[in-house]
């Protein structure tokens, strides 16, 4: 029995009409009601109660992903092309390409390399946004937090976390955005950030890694065996080489 039936039967039939469905109203308590109302009132309830789940839903996918605050609002629409700057135009479709080849399982890499202020992690948060609203899920992360993260696990206050099951957190993302990589980290830092990227071509899952070096600097930062693993299921190299948008110069 749906809910109008079940109403219409259990509430006795009171003289008044309802002017909206032309039906009888039930005496429910102290009140008259219309039973095809009082459905659609019901349901109008519940879309908003799966609005707002859905909407929560949306927020934690997002905020789990990390994006910097400063990037809010950074994507590939905001993207602005300067007419006669045609490495913008194609760094900003080789990331659309790029989401678009992750989107559709592939475990590619990406290399993003330029001077600073170009709008490289304006582009990889772009990408970062673009996966998450089709439900992928993707971790952006400094290199140097993430060397961070890992060393935190040494510490005694570990919350159980082992050095491994940290590096194994970060294998579980589609995708691995790794930001400012050869900033700061030398030597151990390094080593545990390598890690990660050992890790994540073991598990088949692809990176974006973005970085202040040039990209023959890269290569030589990563050696030899990460290099060749990072070429091994296809990759883009983003080279972003023009001036600084911080500062208001027109490219
Ligand atoms: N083509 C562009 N269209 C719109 N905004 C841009 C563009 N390029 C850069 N910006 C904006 O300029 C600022 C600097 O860009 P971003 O932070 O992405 O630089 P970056 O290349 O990551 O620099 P760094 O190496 O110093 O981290 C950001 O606010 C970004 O949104
Ligand atoms: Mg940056
Ligand atoms: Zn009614």
């Given at each position: 029995m749906n809910t109008m039936t079940l109403l219409s039967k259990s509430f006795p039939k009171v003289e008044s009409y309802c002017s909206v469905h032309q039906v009888s109203k039930v005496q429910s308590g102290p009140y008259q009601i219309c039973p095809k109302c009082a459905v659609s009132d019901v349901e109008l309830h519940n879309a908003d109660r799966q609005n707002e789940v859905d909407r929560m839903v949306r927020d934690k996918h997002f905020s789990?992903?990390?994006?910097p605050v400063r990037h809010a609002e950074s994507g590939f629409k905001n993207y602005f092309v300067n007419e006669n700057n045609r490495g913008q135009a194609n760094a900003r479709s080789q990331c659309v390409n790029y989401t678009k080849s992750i989107s559709n399982g592939s475990k590619s890499n990406l290399i993003m390399v330029g001077s600073t202020g170009v709008g490289k992690t304006h582009l990889a948060v772009a990408t970062a946004r673009t996966l998450l609203s089709k439900g992928m899920f993707v971790r952006y992360i400094t290199s140097e937090e993430l060397a961070q993260r890992i060393m935190n696990a040494w510490g005694k206050d570990t919350k159980g976390q082992s050095e491994e099951s940290v590096i194994y957190d970060f294998t579980q993302y589609h995708l691995l955005i790794l930001d400012?990589?050869?900033?700061?980290?030398?030597?151990k830092r390094l080593e545990l950030v390598h890690k990660v990227l050992y890790a994540r071509y073991d598990a088949g899952k692809p990176t974006m890694l973005v970085s202040n070096l040039t990209i023959s600097a890269l290569q030589k930062d990563l050696g030899d065996r990460l290099w060749s693993r990072f070429q091994h299921d296809g990759l883009t190299v983003v080279e972003c080489n023009w001036a600084d948008q911080r500062v208001g110069v027109v490219a």
């Open positions: 789990g992903a990390m994006l400012e990589y050869g900033l700061h980290d030398r030597d």
